[in-house]
């Protein structure tokens, strides 16, 4: 099992992350954290690196099941949905598989939320 | 020689599963420890700090959820997300899509009666899964400094 689905689009990065906004909007997800990967690096580190972003998405209906069912799962939470631009004009966004990262909780009662979140997310990326 | 260290070795796995309760393969370590969880929180980053880890993100989940859904109410549950930009560096390179994965997530929860349970998640788990050497041997030294700063919770 993949641990990410991936798309990538032709665009402007900051245009792209607000239609990826949009779409998880759409389903459910709002963007709890976003953290700037490349202004980090450079700053902390004066490393030169891509534009590269990475947003911590939130269903709450479906964090709330998955908190009962785990109790833990908060180490896992939010779904993070990473935009990223190797190449000018290229924008790479991939979403996690929470169902492959789950795997490593082995809990039953999360399979079905995992299950039906994981849905949700490979769908704001088709949608792309 | 080897036989000692052998020994050493498994007296000190043993007494970490004993300390932290938990197997090397669980996901995550945990400590409870007296305090409220702003109290904790503090402690925790100070912890962190002196590992060389910050705390980019703070999400008051309790708080978010009780905002967003009718009925719902939790007690004191804090997602913290830790990172060490030097480590977070040398994972990129490794593997470019560790994005996925980072911060490493810590958790402050309030269990009542004046416990706070502090969780933070175990890298090496995940790592695992992506299948790459270089990002396991990171994984381990970042899961070794974690431990750390969870056993230095008073």
Redesign the interface.
Same mark, same amino acid.
């Given at each position: 099992m993949s641990?990410?689905f #991936?798309k990538t689009i032709e665009g402007d990065f900051e245009q792209v992350i607000e239609k990826v906004t949009d779409e998880l909007k759409k389903e459910g997800f709002?963007i *709890?954290?976003e @953290?700037d !990967?490349k202004a #980090? /690096?450079k700053k902390? *580190?004066d !490393?030169d690196?891509y534009n590269?972003k @990475?947003l911590?998405a939130?269903n +709450? +209906?479906y964090?709330?099941k998955a /908190?009962e069912a785990e109790?833990?799962i908060?180490?896992? /939470? +939010?779904c993070?949905v @990473?935009v &990223?631009e190797?190449e000018a004009g290229k924008i790479e966004v $991939?979403? !996690?598989n929470p169902e492959? $990262?789950m &795997?490593?909780?082995q809990n039953e009662a999360l399979a079905g939320v995992a299950g039906e979140i994981t849905e949700k997310l490979q769908k704001v990326i088709n949608n792309l | 020689m080897r036989k000692h260290l052998l020994l050493l070795s498994l007296i000190l796995v043993v007494a970490i599963q004993f300390t932290f309760g938990q197997s090397e393969g669980d996901?995550?370590f945990?400590k409870t420890v007296k305090g409220t969880v702003e109290e904790v929180t503090a402690q925790l980053k100070t912890e962190l700090k002196k590992q060389g880890f910050g705390v980019?993100?703070e999400?008051d989940?309790d708080k %978010? =959820?009780k905002e %967003? =859904?009718d009925g719902?109410d =939790?007690s004191s549950?804090k997602?913290l997300?830790v990172c060490s930009?030097?480590f977070?560096?040398q994972t990129?390179q490794a593997e470019?899509?560790i994005?996925?994965?980072?911060?490493c %997530?810590?958790?402050v %929860?309030d269990n009542g009666n004046g416990n706070t349970e502090v969780?933070?998640?175990n890298p090496s788990? =995940?790592m695992v899964?992506?299948g790459k050497k270089e990002l396991a041997e990171i994984a381990d030294k970042v899961k070794e400094k974690f431990l750390i700063a969870l056993n230095n919770l008073k």
């Open positions: 641990y990410y #991936t709002g *709890l954290t @953290i !990967v #980090t /690096l902390k *580190l !490393v690196f590269y @990475i911590g939130c +709450p +209906p964090a709330h /908190l109790d833990k908060g180490t896992m /939470l +939010p993070n @990473i &990223q190797r $991939s979403a !996690v492959a $990262s &795997q490593a909780v | 996901y995550y945990s980019i993100t999400i989940m %978010k =959820l %967003k =859904l719902v =939790l549950y997602i997300g930009p030097g977070a560096w990129l470019e899509n994005g996925l994965f980072l911060p %997530k810590a958790l %929860k969780v933070i998640v788990v =995940l899964m992506l």
